[in-house]
């Protein structure tokens, strides 16, 4: 009996000209120069040295940016007890993410 390879069951999305055209712009250049800097810095929630996680921050309702990113290590930010494993209980012991953006601000002048 002949095997045939799996059919997939759902279609890829083709990507849009629009998103095409950021994904080659230098905006987004720009962005994940930004990420590369702050992946740099210590964990902001439990000070855990580099290298960290460029966590994107949702919780004030803004828009998705690669320039509103703040460092995590991996276990405050996936791990079982992490931001994205455990949020509630994550912003009521470390605050809101999107408080931490100043302290990623000052640390890259720094």
């Known amino acids: 009996m002949k095997r045939t390879p799996l ?34 810095l210590p964990c902001v929630a439990c000070g855990a040295p580099p290298p960290s996680q460029a966590h994107h921050v949702t919780g004030d309702k803004q828009p998705r940016n690669d320039f509103r990113t703040i460092s995590l290590c991996y276990a405050c930010h996936q ?28 640390m890259l002048r720094d």
Not at 11 to 17: A, C, I, M, V
Not at 92 to 101: C, R, S, T, V
């Open 7 to 40: 059919k997939r069951k759902t279609r890829l999305k083709p990507r849009s000209d629009k998103r095409a055209a950021y994904m080659a712009s230098d905006e987004r250049q720009r962005g994940l120069e930004h990420m590369a800097r702050v992946k740099a």
């Open 79 to 106: 791990g079982p007890n992490g931001y994205h494993a455990a949020k509630r209980s994550w912003v009521e012991k470390h605050g809101p993410d999107y408080g931490f953006l100043p302290i990623i601000e000052a």
